[in-house]
C-alpha cells in the first residue's frame, strides 16, 4: 500500500503522460513519427526530434501499447540556396533539384546520404530503434499514389484552408504536387495541366523548355510541404508526432496540416508532441546555417557519452528550453547519469535514457577526468589509482571508453580549471602564502600520515583550517592548491590528495611551509 501510495506522489513524468493520452486514443497499433531534411550536418540540436519520439514509444511499450518509431528522411526536399558552406559553381545549378539527386559535397555518392550517413550512425550509437523511411523510395513504392490523387482532386479545397490560416492568396496555375522534370530534374519550373487517376498518370509542363510530360507519381515528384506532411500522416498511419514550435504556431504547418488531413483525406491528425529547440552555450539556438553547431556525430565520438545525451533531453520536457553546454556542464550532467545518489536525478527519465543496455562505468567522469590527468591517461595506473580510492567495482571497458572522451574533452572544451599540471617542485608562487597558511600546511602534512580515504582527508583539512589560530577553510584550501598546482583552485581536495599519495603530498606541503618570502 505504502508503494502504490510513493507512486501516486511521485511526479508522472511527461513520457508517460503522453503515452496515457496517446492510449487513449484506441489506436491498435502506434505508429510515432520523426522526420528531418538532410539538407546539412546534424547537430545536437537535431536529437531533440527523434529522442523525444523515442522516449513517447518506449513509454507506450512499457504500457503493453504495440508501437513502433519511424524517422522519415526528407531527401526529396529541393535545395533552395546555395548555403555558405556550399561550392556557389557546384550548386547553383542544383537549386531546385532533390537533395536525392545532387552531388555530395565531396564528391563521392549522393547530398542527402553524405549528411544522411553519420547522423544515422549517430542515432545507432544512441540505440534509438527506428525504421528508417526515406521520401524517395517512399514515393516510388507507389504508396503515396492514392493520397497525390487525393490532394489533386482536393485542390480548391486545399487552397481555400491555406487561405484561411496564413491569409495568401495561391495562384490559379497552383497545384499540391510538384513534378520532377525529366529534363531539369527541377521540381519547381513544372505546372499541372490534369490527371487520371484511374491510369495512375498527371500531365505537367516544364516551364524551362515549354514541353510536356506525362508521367505517374511514382516516376518523380513531391507534395508541396504542407500537403506532404498530412499526407504522409494517411499514407503511414502516424499516430504521434514531435515536432518544433516553429510548425506549432498559429497558422502554421500544423494548424493547416490537421484541417487538411480532416478535410481533404478523411484522417485524423496526429498527438501533437511540441518541443523547444537546443541551444549552444554562448552562442544561442543552434543553426547549421549560421555556423552555431556541435556536430552530433562529433559530440558522440568526442565528448558526450550516448545515455548522458538521451538523458539530457529525456529528462527535460519538450516545451522547456535547453542549453547544451560542452565544457563543465557535461561534466555535471555526465556524472548526474553515473551517480545514483546525484541531486536531481531524475530515476523515470534515466530508464528511458538507459534503453537496450548502457553499461555503467562505476565512476564519476569528473572523478575521471582528475584521475586520468594524473596517471597520464595510462589505463592501467588509472584503474590501479581508481581501485585504490574505492572503486572496485569500475568496469575497465567502459572506464578505458570514458577516458578516451575524458582527455579530449580536456583538448576542446575543458576550461583552465580543469586542467591538471602538477609541477615536480613547489610552484613559486606559494611563497606569497602567509604565516597562517603555511603553518596549516605544516600541521596538515604531519595530520595525512596514514591516510589514505577521500572524505577522512577533506575532513582532516577542514578540522586545522578551522582550529584555533588555522587560516580558515577559504585560505586553507587556497594554500593547498598553490603548493600542488600553483593556482588558488582546483579539483576536490581530499580525492586530489587521496590519488597523489598522502605521503608525496605531505613532503610538498613541508617544502611549501619552509619557503621564504
Not at 548502457?358 to 595506473?381: E, M, N, Y
Not at 598546482?485 to 580525492?495: E, K, N, V
Request: hydrophobic share 40%.
Amino acid at each position: 500500500m505504502q508503494d502504490d501510495q510513493t507512486r501516486r506522489d511521485v511526479p508522472q513524468h511527461w513520457a508517460d503522460r503522453a503515452a496515457e493520452e496517446i492510449e487513449a486514443l484506441g489506436e491498435d497499433h502506434v505508429v510515432v513519427a520523426t522526420g528531418i531534411s538532410p539538407s546539412g550536418t546534424f547537430h545536437v540540436g537535431h536529437t531533440r526530434e527523434i529522442l523525444t519520439g523515442d522516449a513517447v514509444t518506449r513509454a507506450l511499450l512499457d504500457r503493453g501499447v504495440s508501437a513502433e518509431l519511424v524517422f522519415i528522411v526528407d531527401n526529396l526536399d529541393p535545395l533552395r540556396k546555395v548555403y555558405p558552406f556550399l561550392d556557389q559553381d557546384v550548386y547553383q545549378p542544383c537549386i531546385g533539384r532533390s537533395l536525392s539527386k545532387i552531388p555530395a559535397p565531396n564528391g563521392e555518392g549522393t547530398y542527402d546520404e553524405y549528411y544522411l550517413a553519420p547522423f544515422l550512425a549517430a542515432i545507432q550509437r544512441l540505440r534509438v530503434d527506428a525504421r528508417v523511411i526515406r521520401a524517395s523510395e517512399l514515393y516510388a513504392s507507389g504508396r503515396m499514389d492514392d493520397v497525390v490523387f487525393d490532394a489533386l482532386e482536393g485542390r480548391d479545397g486545399i487552397a481555400e484552408i491555406m487561405k484561411k490560416h496564413t491569409g495568401r492568396e495561391l495562384p490559379e496555375d497552383w497545384s499540391p504536387w510538384n513534378p520532377e522534370s525529366p529534363e531539369t530534374g527541377r521540381l519547381t519550373e513544372t505546372v499541372v495541366l490534369g490527371w487520371n487517376r484511374e491510369a495512375g498518370t498527371i500531365r505537367f509542363r516544364d516551364q524551362s523548355t515549354g514541353h510536356e510530360h506525362e508521367t505517374a507519381p511514382s516516376a518523380g515528384g513531391k507534395l508541396t510541404w504542407r500537403v506532404d506532411w498530412p499526407a504522409r500522416w494517411k499514407a503511414l498511419g502516424v499516430v504521434a508526432e514531435p515536432f518544433g514550435k516553429d510548425h506549432s504556431s498559429r497558422g502554421g504547418s500544423y494548424d493547416t496540416g490537421k484541417e487538411i488531413a480532416r478535410e481533404i483525406f478523411g484522417y485524423r491528425a496526429p498527438y501533437p508532441i511540441i518541443y523547444e529547440w537546443i541551444a549552444l552555450k554562448g552562442g544561442g539556438d543552434m543553426s547549421a546555417s549560421k555556423g552555431n553547431v556541435l556536430a552530433l556525430d562529433e559530440a558522440l565520438t568526442e565528448v558526450a557519452p550516448p545515455e548522458a545525451l538521451r538523458y539530457f533531453v529525456v529528462k527535460a520536457r519538450p516545451t522547456r528550453r535547453l542549453t547544451f553546454d560542452p565544457g563543465v556542464g557535461l561534466l555535471a550532467l555526465v556524472d548526474e547519469v553515473d551517480d545514483e545518489s546525484a541531486r536531481g536525478r531524475d530515476s523515470r527519465a534515466m530508464e528511458l535514457s538507459q534503453a537496450a543496455g548502457f553499461k555503467p562505468v562505476g565512476v564519476s567522469f569528473k572523478h575521471l577526468v582528475t584521475v586520468g590527468q594524473i596517471a597520464g591517461f595510462d589505463l592501467d595506473r588509472v584503474m590501479t589509482l581508481l581501485r585504490e580510492g574505492g572503486y572496485e567495482r569500475a568496469d575497465r571497458e567502459a572506464v578505458k571508453e570514458r577516458l578516451a572522451m575524458a582527455r579530449r574533452w580536456l583538448d576542446r572544451f575543458a576550461p583552465e580549471s580543469e586542467k591538471i599540471e602538477v609541477p615536480k617542485t613547489v610552484p613559486e608562487s606559494a611563497k606569497a602564502l602567509d604565516g597562517s597558511q603555511k603553518a596549516f600546511l605544516a600541521d596538515l602534512a604531519d595530520a595525512l600520515v596514514g591516510l589514505s580515504d577521500a572524505a577522512a582527508i577533506h575532513e582532516c583539512i577542514y578540522q586545522k583550517a578551522r582550529a584555533e589560530g588555522g587560516p580558515g577553510p577559504k585560505a586553507a584550501f587556497q594554500a593547498i592548491y598553490q603548493a600542488l598546482l600553483g593556482r588558488d583552485r582546483g579539483p576536490r581536495a581530499g580525492a586530489f590528495i587521496a590519488l597523489l599519495g598522502s605521503e608525496m603530498v605531505a613532503e610538498r606541503f613541508r617544502h611549501a611551509a619552509a619557503l621564504e618570502q
